[in-house]
């Protein structure tokens, strides 16, 4: 504090280096929420009502506060069609670790709140938990009252369907009924979620991008979105690179954001670079392409509407004649006596849309009941993000963020003491899954082009990481007959509540 007193006064720069306690236990961690959820349901499976209460643990400091706890309803809406949804939400202060925005901001939370409930009520009237979901999920071109969106391309019930199929759920269900006695049960579950791609209505949504045709035919591609690590310089060079005609290679994206010199951007948050920098992007690159067509239509005498640049050079449509190499037409550009001018491009976008992706997670288990240890013996993802730009960096995102899920779900948890210490801040007693906790982490998409999104894609980013704990726990109360709605499900917490249904008197 006195050194931090010291820079203040005089103005320097300090640096703040915190141990991996420190940061575990003091550093922003996930929002603690408990829901009291009631529905009700008709005897043919149709939802009428759900009835949700929240309570949002933020801590001991404001970080995007009541925005989580709040958050919830719109997207209970978005998935499940009933004809009231009463939605409550409060935020309390408290003496633990403050609560912040981490990769999906509040939606693992009410979705593994939800997913319980659906999964419970379909169970009570004895339905088949896909087909309950299925039977009350939203029509494509649902209008949600809550975000004042139209679900234009809301493919969940393709995600079911497609998840029973590849997942083989059917006769993952039927091999589990051979394993309902003994001291390892096995069982099956599913989860389902719907996503919003960027802020929009709720927030603001602009982004730029700015395009230069350097001499030797390549492009400087200058954009103030921040690259993460989730591959978002690939996927925009991508984009500029298909939009402007020429091989991935020709474009540079700068190695770093400066955001003295690049166009603005709000940030890497809410899955929205690909699709709101997406516009931006395209917008710069369609400006550019028109640019060089018409200084070329000028230079060999043709009309811009024939001429067009494929894989990096000026091609002729009504015969295929080369005219010329963009590398020339770059050239020229920059060094020609009489017509020289450097091309650049610039674009700046508010966008004033969005678009809901969804999904599901089909995951199965076997439950240790003598230790409680839950092993997870498969999962799948299923995504409706829209056309998918780059497939492995997509399947970066969807595997890590399945690695987050079952974290989540199995192993990870603050502990405190009453006076808000934290008792398992370090790597020996939080538990983080390894690759020895993770089965193969299969996934598919349901791919469509989005007519909302700038290349007919969605949000992807931070999806993945939603359903994989309700899933789970839907499999091992599938498994054992105990549904279980606290996390994480460590052999610790499983086994209480074998223990209790014993102390109970029932057989397990």
Avoid at 185 to 211: K, Q
Avoid at 407 to 429: Q, V
Wanted: aromatic fraction near 8%.
């Amino acid at each position: 504090m006195f050194k931090l007193f010291l820079a203040i006064c005089h103005g320097q720069p300090i640096q703040l280096a915190l141990t991996r306690e420190e940061s575990i236990g003091n550093t922003r961690t996930r929002h603690a929420i408990d829901y009291n959820f009631s529905i009700g349901v008709k005897k043919d499976g149709t939802i009428t009502a759900i009835d949700c209460e929240v309570f949002s643990n933020q801590g001991g400091y404001a970080s995007h506060g009541h925005a989580i706890g709040g958050k919830g309803g719109t997207f209970i809406n978005a998935i499940y069609k009933m004809d009231s949804l009463h939605y409550a939400a409060k935020t309390v202060y408290t003496n633990i670790a403050t609560a912040g925005a981490m990769r999906a901001y509040g939606m693992p939370q009410v979705v593994f709140a939800l997913e319980s409930v659906i999964d419970d009520a379909a169970e009570k009237i004895g339905m088949d938990p896909i087909e309950f979901r299925y039977k009350n999920r939203r029509p494509d071109g649902f209008y949600n009252e809550m975000s004042h969106v139209k679900q234009i391309n809301f493919k969940v019930g393709e995600c079911l369907e497609k998840g029973r199929k590849e997942f083989a759920w059917d006769k993952k269900l039927a091999a589990s009924q051979a394993y309902k006695t003994g001291t390892k049960r096995r069982g099956v579950g599913i989860a389902a979620f719907s996503f919003g791609t960027a802020v929009y209505p709720f927030g603001l949504e602009v982004s730029g991008a700015r395009l230069i045709l350097m001499p030797d035919g390549c492009f400087k591609l200058m954009l103030g979105s921040t690259e993460i690590g989730q591959g978002a310089d690939t996927a925009m060079s991508q984009m500029a690179a298909e939009t402007i005609g020429v091989p991935f290679k020709n474009i540079i994206r700068d190695s770093f954001t400066d955001t003295d010199i690049d166009p603005y951007d709000t940030g890497a948050y809410a899955s929205r670079q690909s699709y709101v920098t997406g516009f931006a992007v395209k917008e710069a690159a369609e400006k550019m392409k028109t640019k060089i067509l018409a200084r070329a239509a000028q230079t060999y005498d043709v009309r811009a509407e024939y001429i067009d640049i494929i894989n990096g050079e000026i091609i002729y449509i009504p015969n295929g004649e080369r005219l010329a190499t963009l590398e020339e037409v770059a050239m020229a550009s920059y060094f020609d006596m009489k017509d020289g001018k450097t091309i650049t491009a610039d674009s700046a976008v508010n966008i004033h849309q969005t678009t809901y992706a969804s999904g599901c997670t089909l995951a199965e288990v076997e439950v240790d009941i003598e230790t409680g240890r839950v092993k997870l013996l498969s999962i799948m993802n299923v995504h409706d993000s829209g056309k998918i730009i780059n497939p492995l960096l997509a399947t970066g995102q969807v595997e890590g963020g399945m690695a987050m899920g079952i974290g989540y779900g199995l192993s990870e948890g603050l502990r405190y003491d009453k006076t808000g210490r934290p008792l398992n801040n370090n790597l020996l007693d939080y538990k983080l899954p390894t690759t020895m906790d993770l089965p193969e982490l299969k996934h598919t998409f349901v791919e469509t082009d989005d007519p909302l999104g700038p290349f007919g894609n969605k949000s992807l980013g931070e999806n993945p990481t939603v359903s994989p704990a309700p899933a789970i726990r839907n499999a091992v109360k599938n498994a054992i007959g105990i549904g279980i709605n606290n996390l994480p499900l460590s052999p610790e917490n499983v086994y209480e509540h074998l223990q209790v249904l014993k102390e109970g008197g029932q057989h397990v």
